[in-house]
Structure formats: C-alpha cells, structure tokens
C-alpha cells in the first residue's frame, strides 16, 4: 500500500507540472505576438528612410535569388562531359559532340561548343573563339552583382542619414521646447536616429554577405571554365582519327 500511495503521489506531481508548462505556454504567445507589434511600431518611427531600406531590402532580395539561381542552373553539367566530348571527337562524330553540347545550358558547354566549330582551323582561332564565348559568359553571370554590391555601400549611408536627420530634429524640439524640455519631445527625433542605423546596417550587412557568396560562385564557375578549355585545347593536339562528319 505504501508503494501505491507513493506512485499515487508522483502521479499527482507530475499533472500538476504538466498543468504548470501548459500555463506558461498559452502566456508566452500573447507576449511574443505584442513583441512582434512593437517591432513593426518601433521600425514605422523610424520615418520615411525606413521604406526606402524596405525598397533596397526587396531589390537585394530579388538580385540574390536571382543569380543564385542562375549561378547553380550553369554548374549542373555532368562530369564526364569533357571525357564524352573527347570521345566523340576522337571517332569523328563532330555532330554528336555538338548535340550533346547542345543538351546543356552551361557556360562550359557552350564554350566547348563555340570550340567544336571552329574545328580544322588554326589552334589560336579555335581558343580565340572560346575566350570570346567565355568573356559573354562571364559577363552575364556578373550581371547585377554590381547593383548588389551598391545596396551593401548604400544602405548603411542611409541609416547614417537617418542619424543626422533625427538629431537634427531632436536639437529643433529642444531649441523650440525653452526650459520645458519633455522627453517625449526627443522621442521623435532619437527614434528615426537610432531605427534608420540599424535598419541600414541589417540590410547593408545581408546584401555584403550575397555579394561576397555569388562572387564567390562565380570565381568557381569561371575555375571550371578555364580548366575546361585548357582540356579542350589539349584534346585537340592528341592523336585522334580523322575527324568527319556523321
């Protein structure tokens, strides 16, 4: 009987914990929805400048995503691409070698395309026209990078801004107030100061570290397509049967 008593009792400790923890959980959600309130609140007195680091926040967003996704839809190549490309070029299937080049939408495979037509001609023409297929490449995978970079400069100038103009604003309350100075008085002004810094370097300091992730991506990229071309031109100085169309 003692043992049932003493069961009887943990039992009893453990509903009332499990009352305790379901009590604190329905309080902790109305505070976290009034944080998040306070939050929206505190980021609209932050004054107009707010919605212009809103505007570079959604751009940096949108030029992010988008490289991201071309950058990794122009690595997925297969790794055997160049071994195949040797292979067909080898057995003088020219026109298998182009349509397999054709199955990727991939810088390297359009360069080593560029590189398969101009077969029969001089070594330096057919590098040349890589180069130049590799110089389009590369400048459309850096396109926009630039604007991203901006917005990482830009965007804690604009807090700064923010700064300026709310302390200037809160000098003009005091100057206007007398010797009646009231805090409420400076709220305004410390507001916009301290909010718009801190909005600018969050999206300055987001938009940096894009930057410096897609550029780094890109580097990568432009790694494969050297060390594919210099495959490419290898390729065509070993001995190989005589190349003829199929």
Known sequence: MGKFFEFVGYQTKLNMLFTLLQTDIAQAVPVQQEMSYSLIEMAA????????????????LYIFGKKWWIIRQAGKIDKDFI??????IHEGKIKSARTLCSKYDAPVARMVEAGIARLGKPATDVQAAIENVGNVEVARLEKGLPYLATIAGGAPMIGFLGTVIGMVQAFFNMSNAGNNID???LSSGIYTAMITTVGGLIVGILAYFGYNFLTARVSNLVYSMESATIQFMDMLGEPAQEAKEE
Do not use: E, H, P, Q
């Open 45 to 60: 007195k932050g004054g107009w400048l707010m919605w212009v680091l809103l505007a570079l926040s959604i751009i940096a």
């Open 183 to 185: 805090i409420t008085l």
């Open 83 to 88: 071994n195949d490309i040797r292979d067909y």
